[in-house]
């Protein structure tokens, strides 16, 4: 182990694909005993955060990453393989340089392809005509038209615009199967769309996906209610930018929906179904039912918080 902590001390923990592949080598390697080594390594990053990194060091299990990594990336940074060495300072500063230079150009890099597909997804909008679509049927909307694109004759998807503040970076694609995909390079953490109802002091609601905001707003509008529904498409983006309000979950078998729900904080609604999400509870019960429940579980929560 003292050979690959020596190696260690010529690498930068600045680049956090670096910083994670090195941590899955010594996991894989060394397992455990290695944790407190990559810790100290890693807290020379300005954005070290213990309780991040050591949520990090538990998903390393079983990846197959091998020190050979490691040894490469050192050697190219002056490590000899002669017993444990300590880098000069001026050697520590230049590989930190190095690694802020790089993430520079990548991220200057990122954020000319993430311009592109914003561009795309302004042109495809452009294009689109609102429409019935197949998908929307399956959820139980065949009455509600979206925007569609057909980009060929047979083939007509339901586009799903998304936004992080006002600016437009990309678009959900989704086909008439439920098959869903993003545009290449766009940007997708914290970007949500809104359904509002346009009221002073309405309620932010947090889903991931459409229908399930569409779900969402036949219930609130049968309950006469104000909301600002925020569709995050995914879980993991919920759990990053929901911050008032109330979350509906998706039940996944996986539990990802209630962790990422119980992680913002905010009171949650889920239904007690494994596998599934408003929807599949909205087109079971009915808008009658289902606006209920919601109502019930609302009151509920409203007397817990004056209590």
Avoid at 98 to 119: D, F, I
């Amino acid at each position: 182990m003292n050979r690959a902590e020596s190696a260690l001390q010529f690498i930068s923990p600045v680049e956090r694909e670096v910083w994670v592949s090195l941590g899955m080598a010594l996991q894989s390697e060394f397992g455990d005993a290695a944790r407190d080594i990559w810790m100290d390594w890693s807290r020379q990053a300005d954005s070290f955060n213990e309780i991040s990194a050591r949520s990090v060091w538990k998903s390393f299990r079983g990846t197959g990453v091998t020190l050979g990594s490691l040894f490469h990336e050192a050697r190219q940074n002056g490590w000899r393989d002669e017993g444990f060495q300590k880098p000069t300072q001026e050697q520590i500063d230049a590989q930190r340089r190095a690694a802020e230079e790089r993430m520079s150009r990548e991220g200057q890099e990122r954020a000319k392809l993430a311009q592109k597909a914003a561009q795309k997804a302004a042109w495809i909008l452009s294009q689109c005509k609102p429409e019935r679509h197949a998908y929307l049927d399956s959820k139980g909307f065949s009455e509600i038209e979206g925007l569609v694109w057909r980009p060929q004759d047979e083939v007509n998807l339901l586009c799903i615009p998304m936004y992080v503040g006002r600016d437009l970076v990309g678009i959900q694609l989704i086909d008439k199967h439920g098959n869903k995909k993003f545009l290449k390079d766009q940007i997708t953490s914290k970007a949500e769309f809104r359904i509002d109802s346009g009221a002073i002091n309405a309620s932010d609601w947090w889903v991931e996906g459409y229908a399930s905001a569409l779900s969402l707003r036949a219930c609130l509008a049968a309950l006469k209610l104000r909301y600002r529904i925020h569709v995050t498409f995914s879980a993991g983006n919920l759990k990053r930018i929901a911050h008032s309000g109330y979350v509906i979950a998706d039940n996944d078998a996986s539990q990802t929906g209630i962790n990422s729900a119980i992680a913002t904080g905010l009171p949650y609604w889920m239904d007690e179904t494994v596998g599934n999400d408003i929807n599949d509870f909205h087109k079971k019960q009915g808008t009658f039912r289902a606006s209920q429940a919601i109502g019930r579980w609302l009151r509920e929560q409203n007397q817990m918080m004056s209590a």
